[in-house]
């Protein structure tokens, strides 16, 4: 059994990769998120103040989500070893977004390349936040490529590195992290003293996996036949004029890639957002750039993957 200790992250990466986010079973974001609403309305019902509510909320759920999943796998490998290895599995596989992150592009992309620009937008809509109805082709595929590129860390690397360093334990972690960001982590008047502890853990998290995703990216550029010495350029020149102290970091990198400029502008709600430019080449995003930054993910998902195993190997 050993040997499959090995291969569980393997095994359900590579699930990840076959048939994407598990639909029809109990889904663990989906448990984190019920956990975290119930305890935002608990702690805003105290008389504590909201950074300190906020804080507490982000102890509770991720703490209480790190506990109960290092307990779930304890006790099923009590009762047998392989259910034990089954749930792992199924964890860490949860935790993955390549195959979906790499079919929700896809699909935009797809529309695109058949002229169908309403279906393009629609499909866009289920990827990113920013408003997409005034959208031209341009801007469709820019928004595509972005995200693609953003949430190749969130959705990927990050998920990866905690798995490699923690397991499951680790990997669904995170996953709470990230997912009390999405919930909690807004400027707004709401959250923006209640969230402030969840974005900080997100961008303390997200720090070292920003970074090292860099280097993974410009070796798939490179096995890609894309640009590889533009992938430096344009992070060393652009990242950190990103209003993220992480999302710059694959952003960037993606761009010089590529060959083309990520960022401007953009709306939320009708309330319109300037972006910094990020890359070293003036290219606009097409069908193409969104097909190639598909590649681009999955082949940094790969290389990440291996090289963490093989660091993991050598350092046994």
Not at 162 to 190: C, H, Q, W
Request: aromatic fraction near 12%; proline fraction near 3%.
């Amino acid at each position: 059994m050993a040997f499959m200790d090995e291969f569980i992250l393997p095994l359900a990466f590579t699930l990840d990769l076959s048939f994407g986010d598990p639909r029809g079973f109990f889904h663990p974001v989906k448990g984190i998120g019920w956990l975290a609403d119930k305890t935002e309305t608990w702690m805003r019902s105290t008389s504590l103040s909201l950074r300190l509510a906020g804080i507490l909320a982000v102890i509770v759920v991720v703490g209480g989500t790190a506990f109960s999943t290092w307990l779930l796998i304890a006790l099923l490998s009590h009762l047998h070893r392989v259910a034990g290895l089954a749930l792992s599995i199924y964890l860490l596989y949860s935790s993955f977004a390549v195959r979906d992150l790499g079919d929700h592009a896809g699909a935009v992309q797809q529309a695109l390349e058949a002229g169908d620009t309403a279906l393009a937008r629609q499909k866009l809509s289920l990827m990113v936040g920013r408003d997409t109805a005034s959208l031209d082709e341009s801007g469709i595929a820019l928004a595509a490529t972005e995200s693609v590129a953003e949430n190749t860390v969130d959705g990927v690397t990050a998920p990866l590195f905690y798995a490699l360093l923690f397991g499951p334990v680790g990997a669904i972690a995170y996953k709470a992290i990230n997912t009390l960001d999405s919930m909690f982590g807004y400027k707004n008047e709401r959250y923006h003293e209640f969230g402030w502890a969840a974005a900080k853990l997100d961008d303390i998290a997200n720090y070292l996996p920003a970074r090292l995703t860099v280097f993974t990216i410009a070796l798939a550029a490179a096995i890609g036949k894309l640009k590889f010495f533009d992938t430096f350029k344009a992070v060393f020149r652009g990242a950190r004029l990103h209003e993220s102290p992480n999302s710059g970091y694959p952003e960037s990198a993606f761009a010089g890639a590529l060959g083309v400029t990520l960022g401007g502008e953009r709306s939320y709600g009708g309330v319109v957002h300037q972006a910094p430019l990020l890359g070293v080449k003036l290219g606009q995003c097409t069908p193409l750039i969104i097909r190639q930054s598909i590649a681009l993910m999955w082949m940094t998902a790969v290389l990440f993957l291996g090289a963490g195993m093989g660091i993991r190997f050598f350092l046994q």
